[in-house]
C-alpha cells in the first residue's frame, strides 16, 4: 500500500503504464481472493469497500417481484439482514428467519420447511460475530442447490481464520471482509459470485467501470464477470493492500495452520475461563469447529464496563452487542464481553486476560 502511494505521489495521473500495472495488481488481490475460497478464478471475484457493501449491492443486484421470499437465520448481523428488510419494504418480499438452537445454530432441517415456490434466496452467516462458531451450511448449501435456489454465504466472520471453500459450502455467492480476520485494510471487501449466477446478477450501482453504455440507444450492458461490481475510480491502495493480506496468509502456511492454531488458543482460552466461577462462557463450548472469538458474560459486571477494565490493562476487547443479538439471547443476554484471538496471540496473552478476569467481581 505503502508502495502505491509513493508511486502515485510522485508520478501523478500522467503516467499510464504505472497505472496499467495498478489495474494488474487488483487483478493479483482477485486471484488470490479466488484461490483462498476455492473459487473458479479471478473472474468470480469482484472487489469493494465492504461486507456491508458487499451485501447491499448484491440486494440491488438481484430482481425481486411482489411475494418473493427470502430465508436468513436469527444469528445474522445487521448487515445481512438490513439490505433484505430494505427489498422487503420497496418490493413486498417477505423474510423468514430460521430458528437457531444450541448447539449447531441453523440447522438445515430448519431452513427446509421455510422453503416455498416463491423462495428466491437464502442467506446465511458462516461465523455470527457474537458467537464465533462455525455454522454447519454444507446441508443448507445442498438443500438450496437442490431446489434450484441461490445460497449467499456472509463469511465476514469467517475468512481469514477458518477454512472458506465455495465448492463445500456449495454456495452461489459469498461476501467477505478484509479488515477482520484477514487483517486486511480497512475498506476492502469481495463479493464472490458462482459463474452460473453471474448472469442473473444486474448491480443497481453502475458507473464507468460496470460495463459499456451504448449511448446512441441509451442501453447498458454489464462486464461479463464480477467486475460487473466494480462502479467508478477503484480504491487501489486498499486492494492492493487486501491481496497483500491473502497473500500473507499462504505465506505463513495457509489457513488450516492459521485455524489450527486459533483453534488450540481458543480451547485454552476456553478451558482457563471455565475455571472461573464468576465468568460464563456463552455458547457452546467444543472448539472443534470454531473461530477465535469467545463470548463471555462476567457476573454482575456489564460487558462494556469489563470491556474497558480489560483495555484500561492493555487488553484489546469488545463489550457490546456486535449488532449481532440473536446467538446472545440465545444465551439469556442482550450484551456480552468478546475475546478475540488470532494466531499472533500467545499462552502468556491468555494468562494476563485470564488473571485479569479474576480479579474482576463485584
Ligand atoms: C458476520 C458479519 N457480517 C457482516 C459484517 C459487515 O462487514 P463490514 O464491517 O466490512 O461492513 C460483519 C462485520 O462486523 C460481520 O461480522
Same mark, same amino acid.
Given at each position: 500500500?505503502?508502495?502505491?502511494?509513493?508511486?502515485?505521489?510522485?508520478?501523478?495521473?500522467?503516467?499510464?503504464?504505472?497505472?496499467?500495472?495498478?489495474?494488474?495488481?487488483?487483478?493479483?488481490?482477485?486471484?488470490?481472493?479466488?484461490?483462498?475460497?476455492?473459487?473458479?478464478?479471478?473472474?468470480?471475484?469482484?472487489?469493494?469497500?465492504?461486507?456491508?457493501?458487499?451485501?447491499?449491492?448484491?440486494?440491488?443486484?438481484?430482481?425481486?417481484?411482489?411475494?418473493?421470499?427470502?430465508?436468513?437465520?436469527?444469528?445474522?448481523?445487521?448487515?445481512?439482514?438490513?439490505?433484505?428488510?430494505?427489498?422487503?419494504?420497496?418490493?413486498?418480499?417477505?423474510?423468514?428467519?430460521?430458528?437457531?438452537?444450541?448447539?449447531?445454530?441453523?440447522?438445515?432441517?430448519?431452513?427446509?420447511?421455510?422453503?416455498?415456490?416463491?423462495?428466491?434466496?437464502?442467506?446465511?452467516?458462516?461465523?455470527?460475530?457474537?458467537?464465533?462458531?462455525?455454522?454447519?451450511?454444507?446441508?443448507?448449501?445442498?438443500?438450496?442447490?437442490?431446489?434450484?435456489?441461490?445460497?449467499? *454465504?456472509?463469511?465476514?466472520?469467517?475468512?481469514? %481464520? @477458518?477454512?472458506?471453500? !465455495?465448492?463445500? #459450502?456449495?454456495?452461489? &455467492?459469498?461476501?467477505?471482509?478484509?479488515?477482520?480476520?484477514?487483517?486486511?485494510?480497512?475498506?476492502?471487501?469481495?463479493?464472490?459470485?458462482?459463474?452460473?449466477?453471474?448472469?442473473?446478477?444486474?448491480?443497481?450501482?453502475?458507473?464507468?467501470?460496470?460495463?459499456?453504455?451504448?449511448?446512441?440507444?441509451?442501453?447498458?450492458?454489464?462486464?461479463?464477470?464480477?467486475?460487473?461490481?466494480?462502479?467508478?475510480?477503484?480504491?487501489?491502495?486498499?486492494?492492493?493492500?487486501?491481496?497483500?493480506?491473502?497473500?500473507? *496468509?499462504?505465506?505463513?502456511?495457509?489457513?488450516? %495452520? @492459521?485455524?489450527?492454531? !486459533?483453534?488450540? #488458543?481458543?480451547?485454552? &482460552?476456553?478451558?482457563?475461563?471455565?475455571?472461573?466461577?464468576?465468568?460464563?462462557?456463552?455458547?457452546?463450548?467444543?472448539?472443534?469447529?470454531?473461530?477465535?472469538?469467545?463470548?463471555?458474560?462476567?457476573?454482575?459486571?456489564?460487558?462494556?464496563?469489563?470491556?474497558?477494565?480489560?483495555?484500561?490493562?492493555?487488553?484489546?476487547?469488545?463489550?457490546?452487542?456486535?449488532?449481532?443479538?440473536?446467538?446472545?439471547?440465545?444465551?439469556?443476554?442482550?450484551?456480552?464481553?468478546?475475546?478475540?484471538?488470532?494466531?499472533?496471540?500467545?499462552?502468556?496473552?491468555?494468562?494476563? %486476560? @485470564?488473571?485479569?478476569?479474576?480479579?474482576?467481581?463485584?
Amino acid at each position: 500500500m505503502r508502495s502505491y502511494l509513493d508511486e502515485i505521489s510522485l508520478s501523478g495521473p500522467k503516467d499510464f503504464a504505472l497505472i496499467d500495472r495498478h489495474y494488474k495488481q487488483l487483478d493479483e488481490t482477485r486471484g488470490l481472493l479466488a484461490r483462498l475460497i476455492g473459487a473458479a478464478g479471478p473472474a468470480e471475484i469482484g472487489l469493494c469497500a465492504s461486507g456491508s457493501e458487499a451485501l447491499s449491492m448484491l440486494a440491488g443486484a438481484l430482481s425481486w417481484q411482489h411475494g418473493d421470499e427470502i430465508i436468513l437465520s436469527e444469528a445474522e448481523m445487521i448487515s445481512n439482514v438490513a439490505p433484505w428488510l430494505r427489498v422487503r419494504d420497496r418490493f413486498g418480499v417477505k423474510i423468514h428467519f430460521a430458528p437457531i438452537r444450541e448447539p449447531g445454530f441453523v440447522l438445515a432441517e430448519e431452513v427446509e420447511p421455510l422453503l416455498s415456490p416463491r423462495t428466491k434466496l437464502i442467506s446465511i452467516t458462516h461465523v455470527p460475530n457474537t458467537s464465533g462458531l462455525v455454522q454447519p451450511l454444507e446441508p443448507i448449501g445442498r438443500l438450496a442447490r437442490k431446489a434450484g435456489i441461490p445460497f449467499l *454465504v456472509d463469511a465476514a466472520a469467517s475468512v481469514g %481464520v @477458518v477454512p472458506v471453500d !465455495v465448492e463445500t #459450502l456449495q454456495c452461489d &455467492l459469498l461476501v467477505g471482509t478484509g479488515r477482520k480476520y484477514l487483517r486486511g485494510p480497512a475498506g476492502s471487501a469481495f463479493v464472490y459470485c458462482r459463474s452460473s449466477v453471474l448472469p442473473y446478477l444486474e448491480p443497481f450501482h453502475f458507473g464507468w467501470k460496470t460495463g459499456s453504455w451504448d449511448w446512441m440507444n441509451q442501453k447498458l450492458t454489464f462486464l461479463p464477470d464480477a467486475a460487473r461490481f466494480h462502479v467508478g475510480e477503484p480504491n487501489f491502495a486498499a486492494w492492493i493492500g487486501l491481496g497483500a493480506a491473502v497473500r500473507y *496468509v499462504f505465506d505463513i502456511g495457509g489457513i488450516e %495452520v @492459521v485455524s489450527a492454531r !486459533v483453534r488450540d #488458543l481458543a480451547g485454552s &482460552l476456553i478451558g482457563r475461563l471455565n475455571s472461573l466461577p464468576h465468568v460464563r462462557v456463552l455458547g457452546p463450548q467444543e472448539t472443534g469447529a470454531r473461530s477465535g472469538i469467545i463470548m463471555v458474560d462476567v457476573a454482575g459486571i456489564p460487558p462494556k464496563i469489563a470491556a474497558d477494565y480489560l483495555q484500561a490493562r492493555g487488553i484489546v476487547v469488545e463489550g457490546g452487542h456486535g449488532y449481532c443479538p440473536g446467538p446472545l439471547r440465545l444465551s439469556g443476554v442482550a450484551m456480552a464481553l468478546r475475546l478475540a484471538l488470532h494466531y499472533w496471540n500467545t499462552e502468556e496473552d491468555i494468562s494476563a %486476560v @485470564v488473571a485479569l478476569l479474576e480479579k474482576l467481581r463485584t
